[in-house]
């Protein structure tokens, strides 16, 4: 890809200019106060007063504190469970849409499913805590017809709560990707499979599913990334069981003044977080090879 | 087949459960949301403009859901412009690294500015909110507008400029309202963003809330949560109506360039 | 004369890519010209050197006497015809013919008659309420040559303007572009890699290869007389033969299959030597002698090796004795001339003036 030197100089210049004012703002709004976050995690907080003196304290008490590696490995592994128990139900919904939703319809049934995404996730959150409480709409429906007796109490405060809360939540964000990757195969490829003897359970497994791997690599890491930062749905509906790392980021925050642990926790969220991204999309690296 | 049908439409009204127990336990005239329902009242409604602080904190939103919107509209056509038009080096860097607030935990956004913000000695207010809410409405702005640029035929602007147009007057008179209802749409999408948007605002706000971060502290009051529901349902309906204006914006976008509709806001 | 387009010596890079190899080109006020090649040849790149779109890494360009070095494309007396079209979509069907008028010091009225006329000049009365994308292909097409038209350009330049129709509407197109050169009396250069559309327009063609033209002349010379095996493939269809040159002077020739022949001097490149070479002809040049014919004076012996029958014509692909590989005739079918099958023997014919050489 080439252009002459004095017109790649100008496109360049261009370019950049244009740009510059997008990337200054992420850089200043985003790169700066990350590193500010990255050095104040070797800081320690004596009430408001900061001592600069680097130490490495926050990361070893952020590591043998129980309470703080319970707090980790629960966020992960609720992310975990909300980003299969999201994909999983996804994939259907993008497959039914992309293969057997008329082209002229499709819009329409995205538009749906995009709707309550847009809507108050503060609420939306919040009507979960309702929907699932002791005295919830569940419950009271379900003892109301004779299903039940007692409430159930499983549902709530606890880390199911919060399973079902973010499945719901980040339900879009899960469906949109797969159903790109799926209407990018092209149809006669399937033909081309049952052409060639396999059956449609087959193919599904051989054709299809591989191919659609981009969507489904991009929606997990789009549903578990943000997932393991969530700080409403584990406050509202998550009980003591169910708080996660955000929780006491916000805690040491706002409420211990302990911004350097603050910052340790969050550092090392970050690094959990974008380890176990890496990881994943190096398993699955033979499925993006070549889907550019 | 069937059974892939009716598992969608049951996926379907998983999503809508929440969304639709709001008006019907916002016109219910108990205090408790439960079932049974007790009997119909407007009384919640009627009671919401008489909070003085809910209104503050509506007004607010309001005032930093416009800048919001704005401020990361004019960015985005920045950035969505500088992708379609120009090759640069380091491009696909750069674009990825502009996107990475959509893909970064709030939290970790929220609590970052907030040390930059106090190391600077800033104080908080209706300005830090809108700093931390253009950072992450950009990227969903570059993503509407992205597609409105690269659907751009090139040959547009050189026709105009070949038929006697400047470079600006280009951008005036095609460019611009070609791509118009994508910016629409890219406002709206960031208005709607920021005025729902709680983590952050929750940080950054000082000592004016906003909306959300008002509804939050209402919360805790059960005796709170019927005004809530109706509060909710006012947002929620507002939410669609600018949704579809959003949307039909974009499908008329599409109509004028002549394309065919490859789909929805992502 | 003085031409109105004069490029001396223009090159463009791209990167390390060499897209137009020092091209001299002189085009002539009220001439039909194409550029003509296959895709990836610079004859795209050159249009838009011409445009102002592409600035020449280095040589000069001069339109009407000026130098267009430094002058935007929206200063040049020059006026394109896109492949796309480019129609405004937002606009209506006056606004888009008009649009070029913006800045002209014209009264409305005025205006809008000039867009009357441009409209009925390109058969679209009648048309310039119509919203832009609600036009079908031909109509866009003239749309955009009104558009174009109606500033009176030195210059008008179509980027491949056909390239998106379908076949009958194309050949329709052709005449009218023809027929509408003549009307307005204004250069058009037309880029086209359809080589039967080139040579049905044009007054003259330059054929391209690898940012170089390889041959500029008239379409007959061109067909006829190709300067090399690559612009005569290139151009309809010719069988190649192996040869050799005898005598240099005099072009005496031994040709594989055809044997000794003596040609003249325009049907061989200038400063041949003696030695290895190669001939072409084309498939209508030579043709199958059936009983009562007259033949064109030199015959040889050949078996059909396969034919395609096309209704008007038939292709015989023929083996002929020392010929490496078969040759093409076409014949076309008339009353008495038998359809032959395959493996049937035949009598070639054919004339020598119609051979060109190509040196090795």
Not at chain 3, 216 to 244: E, S
């Amino acid at each position: 890809m080439g252009a002459p030197l004095a017109i790649l100089n100008t496109e360049n210049k261009k370019g950049l200019a244009l740009i510059s004012a997008p990337l200054g703002y992420v850089i200043a709004m985003l790169a700066v106060p990350l590193a500010a976050i990255l050095l104040i995690s070797f800081w320690t907080q004596d009430f408001q007063t900061f001592d600069t003196t680097p130490t490495l304290n926050n990361y070893r008490e952020a590591v043998t504190d129980p309470l703080y590696r319970e707090l980790l490995f629960r966020s992960i592994r609720i992310a975990g469970l909300v980003t299969l128990v999201t994909v999983l139900l996804a994939f259907p919904i993008a497959y039914f849409i992309s293969f057997h939703v008329a082209p002229s319809r499709k819009s329409l049934w995205l538009f749906l499913i995009t709707i309550p995404f847009w809507t108050s996730y503060l609420i939306r959150v919040f009507l979960w805590k309702v929907i699932l409480g002791f005295n919830g709409v569940l419950n009271s429906g379900l003892q109301t017809v004779g299903i039940i007796d007692e409430p159930l109490t499983f549902i709530l405060y606890n880390a199911n709560a919060v399973v079902i809360t973010l499945a719901h939540a980040f339900a879009p964000f899960a469906i949109l990707p797969i159903f790109v990757a799926l209407e990018k195969i092209d149809r006669s490829l399937l033909e081309a499979s049952q052409d060639l003897g396999e059956s449609k359970l087959s193919t599904f497994f051989r054709v299809t599913l591989p191919l659609a791997m981009p969507g489904v690599v991009a929606a997990v890491l789009i549903v578990f990334i943000p997932t393991i930062g969530d700080y409403v749905t584990p406050r509202l509906v998550g009980g003591p069981d169910g708080l996660m790392i955000a929780n006491m980021i916000q805690v040491q925050f706002l409420r211990l003044n302990n911004a350097p642990m603050g910052a340790t926790l969050a550092v090392i969220a970050m690094l959990s977080v974008s380890l176990i991204a890496l990881l994943f999309v190096a398993l699955n690296r033979r499925y993006l090879r070549g889907s550019r | 087949m069937k059974s892939l049908r009716t598992y969608a439409i049951l996926y379907l009204i998983f999503l809508y459960a929440p969304i639709a127990l709001l008006p019907i336990f916002a016109f219910n005239d108990a205090t408790i949301i439960a079932f049974p329902l007790t009997g119909f009242t407007t009384q919640w409604f009627t009671e919401l403009p008489q909070i003085p602080a809910l209104i503050d904190s509506v007004k607010n939103s309001l005032y930093i859901a416009v800048i919001t919107a704005i401020l990361s509209t004019l960015l985005g056509i920045c950035a969505a412009r500088a992708a379609a038009k120009y090759s640069f080096r380091f491009k696909r860097p750069i674009m990825g690294f502009i996107m990475v607030p959509l893909v970064l935990p709030e939290i970790i956004v929220a609590v970052s500015l907030l040390v930059i913000l106090l190391q600077l000695g800033l104080s908080l207010g209706a300005w830090t909110v809108i700093m931390g809410h253009v950072l992450i409405c950009t990227p969903f702005c570059i993503a509407i507008l992205n597609s409105a640029f690269q659907n751009l035929d090139p040959a547009m602007e050189e026709a105009a400029i070949d038929l006697g147009e400047t470079p600006w007057s280009t951008f005036r008179l095609v460019t611009l309202p070609l791509v118009s209802p994508a910016i629409i749409s890219a406002l709206l999408i960031s208005f709607t963003i920021s005025l729902d948007e709680f983590i952050i605002a929750f940080f950054l706000t000082g000592t004016e809330p906003t909306l959300p971060v008002y509804l939050w502290s209402q919360l805790r009051f059960p005796a709170r949560i019927p005004v809530v529901m109706a509060l909710g349902t006012i947002l929620v309906a507002g939410s669609i109506l600018l949704l579809i204006l959003a949307e039909m914006m974009r499908r008329r976008g599409l109509r004028r360039a002549g394309l065919q509709d490859k789909g929805g806001f992502l | 004369m003085t031409a109105l387009i004069d490029l001396k010596n223009v090159n463009k890079y791209y990167g390390d890519y060499h897209a137009l190899r020092g091209i001299n080109l002189e085009i002539a006020q009220g001439e039909f010209f194409s550029l003509l090649g296959p895709s990836g040849c610079g004859k795209t790149t050159l249009l838009r050197t011409i445009a102002g779109f592409e600035a020449p890494s280095d040589g000069t360009l001069h339109i009407a006497g000026a130098d267009m070095n430094g002058v935007p494309a929206n200063a040049r007396p020059t006026n394109m015809v896109f492949q796309s079209y480019a129609i405004f979509p937002h606009l209506s069907v006056a606004e888009n013919v008009g649009f070029g008028l913006r800045k002209a010091q014209m009264s409305k009225q005025e205006k809008m008659k000039s867009v009357e006329e441009a409209l009925d000049m390109v058969g679209l009365k009648g048309f310039r309420g119509r919203a832009a994308h609600a036009l079908s292909g031909g109509q866009r097409q003239r749309v955009a040559l009104a558009r174009a038209l109606i500033l009176k350009p030195k210059v008008l330049l179509l980027d491949e303007p056909l390239s998106a129709l379908d076949k009958k509407l194309r050949e329709q197109m052709q005449s009218e572009l023809r027929r509408l050169q003549r009307q307005v009396g204004i250069t058009f250069i037309l880029v086209t890699h359809d080589q039967e559309e080139a040579l049905i327009m044009s007054d003259r063609v330059a054929v391209m290869f690898e940012g170089e033209i390889a041959q500029l002349a008239d379409p007959q010379t061109l067909y006829k007389r190709p300067v090399t095996r690559k612009v005569g493939d290139f151009i309809g269809v010719m069988n190649f033969l192996p040869a050799t040159v005898k005598d240099a002077a005099a072009i005496d020739l031994d040709v594989a299959g055809l044997g000794a022949v003596t040609i003249a001097e325009d049907q061989a490149p200038s400063g041949i030597t003696p030695g290895a070479a190669e001939v072409g002809i084309r498939p209508e040049m030579m043709s199958i002698l059936f009983e009562g014919e007259p033949d064109r004076g030199q015959i040889t012996q050949a078996t059909i090796k396969d034919r395609a029958y096309y209704g008007d014509m038939t292709y015989y692909d023929v083996d002929i004795e020392d010929a490496p590989k078969p040759i093409t005739i076409s014949m076309k079918n008339m009353i008495g001339r038998p359809v032959l099958e395959v493996g049937d023997t035949a009598r070639v014919s054919w004339d020598a003036r119609s051979l060109v050489l190509f040196s090795a």
